[in-house]
């Protein structure tokens, strides 16, 4: 034992000394890098970040089989797409030195939850009330627009509407879609068994083999889900038909049976959830695209 001691303390002599200061910078590094990855989990910068691994495994790749060429064209490019990344995130960046200069350092570097736990979770109640709700909503011809938060954060989709914070029940639901009131018009999300906001923007579809006889409601629907991995709930208002959209693609719910159980099937138990690497509460970003096609019908 003292032998293994010993040459343990013979390779730690090769080390350089470490001192409390090299320990304190350590630690900050440690610290900025971890909440530079949070920040680029909560934008559309995840999606670019696994994007930029790929092209960095094919250069490797690239070195590898010595593919001269190949190396030398993606060198040049390089600056160039620099440079467009900045300008294609200009408003994400923007938004987060904002951010850092407004809130308060000490709550915003440990934003822990105290209670909501229980209230991040998408239980099977969370499903009975949007399900009772759009049947409701369907019935009385009044139009929809619900969007569920998955893995992608909707943090820049909640930004455009009006905070609500309420638990999810279909009363709520169908009182804030009902004509006239001042959050019917737009859409409501929805993360674990809250509604966080009201009356948001959802970018629209520019997909052209949509069909033409959607509106601007299923536009949007099928626009969010292009871009997020949310599903999104729509109650057509002039025949009362309730979709679903998902990657892309609507999907025409027959019954309130078939909603249900398309709900449970793509929503986990953890879904909702804080998730900031289990250390700190948080969102993530994990962005989804699918090639549209619509399935069944809607309008606006």
């Not at 949070?38 to 690239?62: C, E, M, P, Q």
């Not at 409501?188 to 052209?208: E, F, H, K, Q």
């Not at 959607?214 to 626009?223: I, K, P, Y």
Request: charged share 25%; aromatic share 6%; glycine share 6%.
């Amino acid at each position: 034992m003292g032998q293994i001691i010993d040459t343990i303390y013979e390779w730690l002599s090769f080390l350089p000394q470490i001192t409390k200061t090299n320990v304190l910078e350590i630690a900050i590094i440690a610290f900025l890098i971890y909440e530079i990855l949070v920040w680029i989990k909560n934008t559309r910068a995840w999606t670019l970040l696994r994007g930029i691994l790929v092209i960095l495994l094919f250069a490797l790749f690239a070195w590898a089989l010595k593919l001269y060429t190949i190396l030398w064209i993606m060198e040049n490019v390089a600056f160039v797409a620099a440079t467009a990344v900045i300008i294609i995130f200009q408003p994400e960046l923007r938004r987060a030195l904002e951010q850092l200069g407004s809130k308060n350092l000490l709550t915003g570097l440990l934003p822990f939850e105290t209670g909501r736990e229980s209230d991040n979770r998408f239980s099977e109640k969370t499903i009975t009330e949007l399900v009772r709700a759009c049947v409701e909503l369907g019935k009385a011809r009044t139009g929809a627009l619900i969007v569920i938060e998955r893995g992608t954060s909707l943090k820049d989709i909640e930004r455009t509407g009006i905070e609500v914070d309420g638990v999810v029940t279909s009363q709520l639901l169908i009182n804030i879609f009902e004509h006239n009131t001042p959050l019917h018009d737009g859409a409501v999300i929805i993360r674990g068994n809250r509604v966080t906001a009201a009356t948001c923007y959802l970018p629209l579809s520019d997909n052209a083999n949509i069909s033409k006889d959607l509106g601007t409601r299923h536009r949007a629907a099928v626009g969010i889900s292009e871009v997020t991995d949310s599903l999104t709930l729509i109650v057509s208002e002039e025949t009362g038909h309730i979709s679903l959209a998902k990657e892309g693609r609507l999907k025409r719910m027959t019954s309130a049976e078939m909603l249900t159980r398309a709900l449970a099937e793509n929503i986990s138990a953890e879904s909702g959830q804080g998730k900031r690497f289990r250390i700190w509460k948080g969102k993530q970003k994990d962005e989804k695209k699918a090639d549209s096609n619509t399935e069944g019908e809607a309008d606006s």
